[in-house]
């Protein structure tokens, strides 16, 4: 009796509740425009535009393109699977509200998964100024991608792949290292907000461009206090995931030691880096120390792997790994940035000291000794030519 | 209220039980047969007489001292070459006319009970009521001139369909017995199985104008003796005009009757019953309908079929998983489509999401409009199928769902996702193994379509909670209805999700609280022990 | 046939104290920690949960001292009736008092992830709807929901700080003293994640429906013990992951762990709601034991012989403290002072409480008296 009481007033209120239905969020799916990519780019024109503005451009997959269905016709051929739109402003959620006004579908930032932020922006702006709105909505996912464009971000979200319908797709699979050579830093919008909320640690973005009619990856956007600072090129990004122990296997042309003019590629498979803080007297440094195993992949000599090479090659492999890691830690320190988290080690580590260090001066002149230790994993396939 | 209280005041079973006893010793106050046979039969005819099918064949022993009798029995009932050739031809006394006990006038019924009719089951009675009652039943009466007794004969032999398989509850491998309408067979097909000398059947008369057989069997000494008395005191509580089916007696024996959930469970095949009953269950056969009710039950168990047990052991937790994935489509998917798709699209992988808009692209309903329709659609198509004969049943079900489904995603009425995810439901719903289960699946389903479009996924799981806390306060004859699940029964986990190896199983449930636990005899304490003892493991010890 | 009351086993109780316990704070736990101690703050679960087992313990004698008995009772025999009206009335405003800030919680989360823009009424008046509405249930169905429930809620958010190890830096949760943390006048805005731990004086209400008076308290340590574990386990997760700076920045740190372990192409793309929603039967099961045991300490105070209309009576009062409490400031500083509550339910009174009973158990034995003799 009691029982059926409670559970008449429960089943009137939800009558009463159902009333109440979509006064909030809820839309239906073909009511919203799923917000893929957004790209900030500076003002084009100079004359009128203040300095605190840029553009937002997003880009909106126009779903019966891409949609599988093609009952009612022409679903390829006919234009792009998507649209772009663009506006001008001065902070993020305002930019989304003038968007709004041009589209009738509620736009819908859930499944974001591409930002990208031109250099000058990065630059001029702040990443971090620009990231905020995305920091701190729910409904964005931290796994979103974030690379800084050289050039133009708008026209990254312009071009059309060469295989596949949409670009996000397309430049996230770039972004994601899917090719394994490591000449690109893999970060997104989680990694991002720890690197850049970490004491003695600066950010590092991947870096991205538009040559002619394609999108080339590779290399990396250094940001100091949340701006961007410099490039990383390919090669010192290399050497960068080395170092921080994101190395995801990659080739290399070395002289052939016997042959001079001929080259051997070897493929390093695996590499791993030790740091640890030394002390030489007074002074504090940091030793690191990469290990890692290298395969031959291709000679151009008329030769095949022999015993007395392994020793030169074997020195040669180390010598060019030395240098690309040197030249990552060079520019580094050039650009006063601690991308390697060497000030989150010595916290860690000696927190005394590091509490007494004025971590921005010191750095660029902070002692750090690399060593490299390459070894021949000769998993032979050919012996002879 | 408090006149109601006192109305529905239980009868306790002592008290029903003493009343049946007094009733059977005939010191009631019913009417009783008298010595004059003019007067019996004029009595009966005005009771039973005015129906055409009861006969009165009146007839006259040829003893020395001629006793008119008169034998009654309801034609159709009957068998009538029992009464031909076992009684009939036996009361012309052949060759026992010379005997000594013919002239002994005194217990000449007696005698004729005890020597000269070859009939199996007889018995002398004088209450008219229940003599009616027995007749009506299909047993044959005889009344003599000058006796207060009438000679009860067993004649009952009506028609009746064969044993076949059941059709609810097919299966691939397993016995293709089913129970058929007749309490006696049924009861004897059990018997057939257990021959245990502690397998009860106890006989219970239900409905006031039916008065329906309804048997209590269970085996003495492993069935909780308080879930038996629990089970025929509430059997006995009943009192109405007549049961047709063993539902009736479910919805009035129920513990919970507000409640969507079935809290008995109900089968035509008699693997299952038997098994039950071993487990220590009451099973509660029915006169005039193959479906026995097994109590207790738990919630898990209207998911798992006889087949289950079958096939070898890997196959059960396949055959389950499936069954329980499919348990929670038939009670989710629409919903979750509908939460998923209005409140929180960023929860589906992004692909997908541009299919869903682009397939609703056009569409006039909303969506959960369009899956309520959809839903609808469907249980119209699956009633239709349903009362439909054979052949035609099956065709409609395939104009309907196929063409239908197909013609209303090319008028656009429809999105083709709403269409795979409704009829992936429905046939989800399908694989229940109780009908009874399905269809309370199927009706929650609509509110929870109603309450995903207010309240999206936040709604999904206030509905949940209530459901749960609705399924955790139910009993079973006394068993959480939940069980082994919640609360957690370690020991009952053995045959849930799936089942472990017969060899495995040392014990009976643990939740339905059986007098005698052990199944086996094994060394292991538990299933998880036994299952590092196989059997082939034990014979090598044995052999070192 | 009567129900009849399926006693409580001493894991039913373990998960019991755990489904008080572990609610929407739990989310919050990490940043707390982070904010307080930097980058040890993993290690202040411990040293806090240490402090809440001697609580446990201290909760568990007392208890053992009146086996038969719930804490209304005993504590007016105790201390005499007015103060022990007063006592049980301060253990069931703490009950009481949970609940509007976990509405408030649950509010907060819902509105952040599930429903976004869902008016407060709607998100607050539902829960509360069905908190009447379940809260009216017997003692069994009670235990057996917060069983399952718990159950799952504690194996989703084991999985999540599992799969949150991928991302884990040893660097990050060192070193274990560096004071990067607050200012000490700061510390009182962090007080609440005492409540991750004060779910243990439920057992004071819940000894008449034991067998076996020990196995409650040997029980009773346990959950703290398991609390404090899993704690220590998820907070080290969130902050190996994140590190100190991060995790001190996050309102919810353990939502973010959530998203921060998304695993791409699965069916459901994001792992950080499937937590909100089993954390959703978390904040249920505190919520619904809470309001379960104001309704069983109200009905057994007041000799009322029918509970089931109290949490009906009692649903304005909580969904008018619910939407006083208007934003997080304002809710933060309502944690704080139910962790006054807490210290107080956890730790002082059930001290105080024993220590009168055993004074009056001294002085009622004959060794007493001997020496009164004497």
Known sequence: MRKNCSSLILALTFFLLLQTSGCWEGREINERAFVFAVAFDLPETENGAKPEEFTMSVQIPDP???????????????????????????TVLKGLLQLQREMDRMLFLGHTRLILISEEVAREHGVDQILDYFKRNFQIQRIARIAVVEGKAREILEQMPPIGQEPTTFILNLLSGAGGNSLVYISDLGKYMVQQSTAGLDPVLPRIRKSEDSILTGGAAVLRRGSFAGWLTPLETRGFNILINEFRGSSYQVECPFHPGRTITVEVVQTGAHHRLVRKGEELGLEIHVRGVFETAEFTGDHGPEERLSTELTERVTARILHETRSALAKAQQLKADILGIGKKISADDNKVWREMDWEKEFPRFPVEIKVTMEWAQTVRRLAK | MKKRKVFRQPKGARQVREERKKRKTGDNSGDLLVPELAKNVQYLKEKIGQ????????????????????????????????????????????????SEWVRDKKNLVRHIKDRVLNINEAQLLSNL????????????????????????????????????????????????????????????????????????????????????????????????????????QRLNRIDVDGVMESSVLQEMIEDRHFTLFPTIQSTERVDRVVAAILEGKVAVVTDNTPFVLIVPVSFWEFYYAAEDYYHRWPMAFLLRFIRFLSFFFSLYLPSLYVALSTYNPELIPFTLTIQLAGSREGVPFPLFMEVLLMELAIEIIREASARLPGPLGQTIGIVGGFILGDAAVRAGLISPLTTVVVALTAICSFTAPNFGMAVSIRVLRFPMVLVAMV???????????????????????????????????????????????????????????????????????SWWQALSHSPREEEKEKEE | MKKETLFLTSRQIILLIMGLSISGGTLILPGRCARILGAAGWLLVPAVGLLFLFGAWITARLGLLFPGETLIE??????????????????????????????????????????PRAPSW??????????????????????????????????????????????????????????????????WEE????????????????????????????????????????NTFFVLTVLGVFGHGETAGQAWPGLELAKAVNIEVVILERLDLILVISWLSAIFTTCFLAYFFVAFGLARLLGLRRRAYLPWALAPLVYYLSTALNNYFVWNRWLAYLSILAVLTGLVLPLFLLAVALLQRWLASPAHAEEEKE
Not at chain 2, 463 to 488: D, E, K, Q
Not at chain 3, 92 to 107: A, C, H, N
Not at chain 3, 210 to 227: D, G, H, M, Y
């Open chain 1, 64 to 90: 019966s393109r891409m949609a599988g269905t093609q009952e009612q016709g022409g679903g390829t051929g006919s234009g792009k699977p998507f649209i772009i739109l663009g506006t001008t402003t001065d």
């Open chain 2, 51 to 98: 129906s055409d099918d009861v006969i009165f064949r009146e007839y006259t022993l040829d003893l020395p001292d001629p006793v008119p009798i008169v034998i009654v029995f309801v034609d159709g009932l009957v068998a009538k070459e029992t009464i031909n050739e076992y009684i009939l031809q036996a009361l012309t006394f052949k060759g026992e006319l010379n």
């Open chain 2, 129 to 232: 009521d229940d003599l009616i009652t027995l007749v009506l039943s299909g047993e044959t009466l005889i009344l003599f001139d000058g006796y207060d007794e009438g000679l009860i004969c067993n004649t009952r032999g009506w028609a009746h369909r064969g044993i076949d398989e059941p059709e609810t509850e097919s299966v691939i491998r397993g016995p293709r017995v089913g129970f058929n309408e007749i309490l006696r067979f049924n009861t004897a097909q059990i018997r057939r199985w257990i021959r245990d000398p502690d397998l009860r059947v106890r006989v219970l008369k239900i409905g006031r104008r039916t008065k329906s057989d309804v048997a209590l069997v269970y085996l003495e000494g492993v069935a909780n003796p308080r879930v038996v008395a629990e089970a025929e």
């Open chain 2, 455 to 525: 309240g999206g996924l936040y709604g999904l799981a206030l509905v949940t909670f209530i459901l749960l806390v609705h399924t955790a306060g139910i009993r079973s004859f006394g068993t959480p209805f939940l069980t082994p699940f919640v609360p957690l029964q370690p020991e009952d986990l053995k045959d849930s999700l799936g089942r472990v190896p017969f060899w495995a199983m040392i014990t009976r449930p643990r939740s339905y609280r059986p007098l005698d636990l052990k199944r086996q005899k094994a060394k292991a304490g």
């Open chain 3, 74 to 115: 005993f504590s007016r025999r105790l201390v005499g009736r007015p103060l022990g009206v007063l006592v049980s009335l301060v253990f069931i405003s703490f009950f009481f008092l949970i609940l509007p800030v976990e509405i408030r919680i649950l509010q907060e989360v819902v509105n952040i992830s599930l429903l």
């Open chain 3, 122 to 187: 709607f998100v607050t008046g539902a829960f509360l709807l069905v908190l009447s509405y379940t809260a009216s249930v017997d003692f069994d169905t009670l235990t057996q929901v917060n069983e399952v429930l718990i159950e799952i809620c504690i194996a989703v958010a084991l999985l999540v700080a599992l799969l949150g190890w991928r991302f884990f830096d040893p660097v990050n949760v060192r070193p274990v003293f560096s004071g990067d943390g607050r200012e000490l006048t700061a510390y």
């Open chain 3, 191 to 230: 007080a609440g994640m005492v409540l991750a731990f004060t779910g243990y004086p439920l057992v004071l209400l819940v000894y008449p429906f034991t067998r076996r008076p020990r196995e409650v308290s040997r029980a009773t340590v346990w959950a703290l013990v398991a609390i404090v574990l899993m």
